[in-house]
């Protein structure tokens, strides 16, 4: 799977306020192979139910899982527990000969977004635009208490001797990621150099 971004800003009029303010409309676009692709969204639009964001692909998109929910696309329609995409969750998105590109513009990007985690497996959004260090993204202060990240063909174990081991070292834009964890938490991922990615709210009076 691989993950486009761009950008555009919109002009939204406040004649009250006698402002317009600039919002920052972010692209999302992944290409998915024909087979199991674990992603997540950085941003998404307003409407987000599998139905809008599946689109025109649907039927060539098999069926979606999410932590303890999955709907399928059968006889021309969605059927299952999950309804809605949303962006603190990871999912696999199955896809049916030829790759498809999945792609939409949305208004929610926020880095510093707040998962809260259970105890034990948790499939979780990477809600950044850049990839970062595995390390150095997940906070000191909760660190401890991540006992392994799998990715898509790819996992670390957090070691109390050696710290991370393993193929996984980096977050990628895009990704889903199964974190297991020791006990119930609340983290946002750190903004690390390679991370950061700024995004501003401009406003012009007239």
């Keep these: 799977m691989d993950s486009l971004k761009e950008s555009h800003i919109i002009m939204v009029p406040f004649p009250k306020l006698n402002e317009l303010i600039f919002i920052l409309e972010q692209l999302y676009e992944f290409i998915l ?4 692709n674990l992603v997540s969204f950085y941003t998404l639009p307003e409407e987000n139910s599998i139905e809008d964001i599946i689109g025109e692909h649907s039927g060539n998109v098999m069926g979606i899982l999410a932590a303890g929910m999955a709907s399928a696309y059968i006889n021309g329609g969605w059927f299952g527990t999950l309804s809605e995409i949303t962006l603190d969750a990871g999912y696999w998105i199955i ?3 030829p790759s ?11 880095p510093h977004r ?4 259970h105890t034990g497996a948790n499939l979780v959004a990477y809600p950044n635009l850049s990839a970062a260090d595995l390390s150095a993204s997940i906070p000191d202060a909760v660190e401890p208490l991540f006992l392994a990240i799998l990715g898509s063909g790819v996992a670390a174990y957090n070691d109390e001797n050696y710290g991370w081991v393993g193929a996984l070292s980096s977050f990628d834009s895009g990704s889903g990621y199964w974190m297991i964890v020791s006990e119930d938490l609340s983290f ?6 390679l991370a950061r ?3 501003k709210r401009y406003v012009e009076t007239r």
Excluded: C, K, P, R
Excluded at 33 to 36: L, R, S, Y
């Design 33 to 36: 192979d024909d087979h199991a």
């Design 95 to 97: 896809v049916d000969e």
């Design 100 to 110: 498809v590109t999945l792609s939409g513009l949305g208004v929610t990007y926020d």
């Design 114 to 117: 707040v998962f809260d985690l």
């Design 188 to 193: 946002s991922y750190e903004q690390t150099d």
């Design 197 to 199: 990615t700024e995004i």
